[in-house]
């Protein structure tokens, strides 16, 4: 009965001690003209919004990169992916500019697809 007493109270000292951050609204991002300058976003940010507004960034990120390679497809499946490790790698990186951990990102599943750009 101790052991679970003590379990439970380092998992509440734990869950009080570890910093927990409000999520925010993409729309805290907007300029006066209500544009978002996407190339100045971090990865802090990106961390801190709502899924559906992470959902909505990776959708235009990937359309942006996809029309620079003049590729007129979307792969769901890859999609989600690629999103989901964008957020782990900005939330071990959150001083990192989006744009920045996507360029890692995208060149580390190039790499798993054995894809290597000159």
């Known amino acids: 009965m101790s052991k679970i007493l003590a379990a439970m ?3 509440i000292v734990c869950a009080a001690s570890s910093p ?6 993409l729309t805290s991002y907007v300029d006066a003209n209500g544009f978002i ?3 100045a976003l971090t990865c802090a ?8 507004d992470a959902d909505l960034l990776s ?3 990937s359309g942006w990169y996809n029309g620079l390679a ?9 999609g989600k992916v690629v999103e989901h490790e964008l ?21 580390d599943e190039r790499a798993k697809l054995g894809i ?3």
């Open 116 to 118: 290597h750009l000159k």
């Open 45 to 52: 940010q990106l961390a801190g919004t709502f899924q559906e």
């Open 87 to 107: 957020i782990l790698h900005c939330k071990a990186n959150p001083g990192k500019k989006i744009i920045e951990a996507l360029a890692v990102v995208f060149k």
């Open 70 to 78: 003049k590729k007129h497809f979307l792969d769901l499946k890859k």
């Open 37 to 39: 300058d996407v190339q």
């Open 59 to 61: 959708a235009w990120y």
């Open 20 to 25: 927990v951050t409000a999520q925010v609204p």
């Open 9 to 11: 109270a380092v998992s």
